[in-house]
């Protein structure tokens, strides 16, 4: 199919690496399309580098009493052939009419292609959005290949074995966090085994790898430091990942890097867990309190054997 494509997939960082998959079908199925992305502006550079889309538009998210941001939006949001709403949120039906009722697959009150499965809400990201394609005709699925990630990566004078440690988690959601106590400890087994611990994380997370290192020298400090194809490129090399459900681990498992994520109650894998390129798990544990996960379980599945 040609004519004018448009994909809308807004935040998280998690969710926006859990549809990389759907990216790549939705190109495969319109190959000879002009296809453009809907997003928010934290993605724009990454889906730029992507092999995707052909522009990349910006929404700004405007209340619904914002009126000149309201016409600005319906104005991205029009004269398209088809839309891919994979967001699928409480903002759908709105965006719909914005965008003058196209032809469109979602849950948009009156779409031409629903996804029509009750149970919607009970599957993982990356199997409800390839049903939700499949019933808008989508048969295609390739792996969504992770090299073009690593592209645009800066170079780190890192050692030849090394694993990769997430302890972060987004500020909002602290019960996510494996006490940073307890990545020290795990640091330090990495350490005695010969493998390097590099720690990964945003600037905010700067006082969590202080802990790390203070209590394990031997441990690479990146946190805020690292783009995001930095980190795909890291994970490309690293032996593997630990860390806990948050947006890092499910680009460094679509990278290809063997995954260890640790769960807490405030979340579910069987519907959040990072996936890898070709829908691959990683290791999972969960404890509902992570704080009562102790270490030596946590090292007693490290994806690979030192």
Request: charged content about 20%; overall charge neutral.
């Amino acid at each position: 199919m040609t004519g004018r494509i448009l994909v809308i997939r807004l935040g998280a960082f998690g969710d926006f690496v859990q549809s990389f998959g759907p990216f790549a079908a939705i190109r495969a199925r319109h190959a000879g399309a002009e296809i453009a992305l809907l997003t928010t502006a934290p993605f724009v550079a990454l889906a730029r580098q992507a092999p995707w889309f052909d522009d990349v538009l910006v929404d700004a998210r405007p209340r619904w009493w914002d009126l000149l941001g309201l016409l600005r939006l319906r104005r991205m949001l029009r004269g398209f052939d088809f839309v891919y709403d994979l967001q699928t949120s409480g903002r759908s039906s709105r965006y719909f009419a914005l965008a003058g009722r196209p032809p469109w697959s979602g849950i948009a009150a009156g779409c031409s292609h629903p996804h029509a499965n009750a149970l919607r809400d009970f599957l993982h990201t990356r199997e409800r959005q390839r049903e939700q394609l499949e019933m808008a005709g989508v048969t295609a699925f390739p792996a969504p290949e992770p090299g073009w990630l690593a592209s645009a990566a800066r170079g780190f004078d890192l050692p030849g074995r090394y694993a990769l440690l997430v302890p972060g988690a987004a500020p909002t959601r602290p019960l996510k966090r494996w006490p940073a106590g307890h990545y020290a400890t795990l640091a330090n087994i990495l350490a005695d085994r010969g493998i390097v611990p590099v720690i990964l994380g945003a600037a905010a997370e700067a006082a969590i790898a202080i802990e790390i290192t203070a209590a394990c020298p031997a441990a690479i400090d990146l946190t805020g430091r690292t783009s995001f194809s930095d980190i795909a490129a890291l994970a490309g090399r690293a032996a593997f990942a630990v860390g806990n459900d948050t947006g890092p681990m499910h680009l460094i498992a679509m990278a290809g890097c063997p995954c260890l994520v640790l769960f807490s109650a405030d979340s579910d894998p069987d519907l959040t867990a990072p996936r890898g390129p070709n829908g691959e798990w990683p290791t999972v544990l969960r404890e509902p309190v992570l704080a009562d996960l102790p270490v030596d379980r946590v090292a007693a599945h490290l994806p690979v054997s030192p």
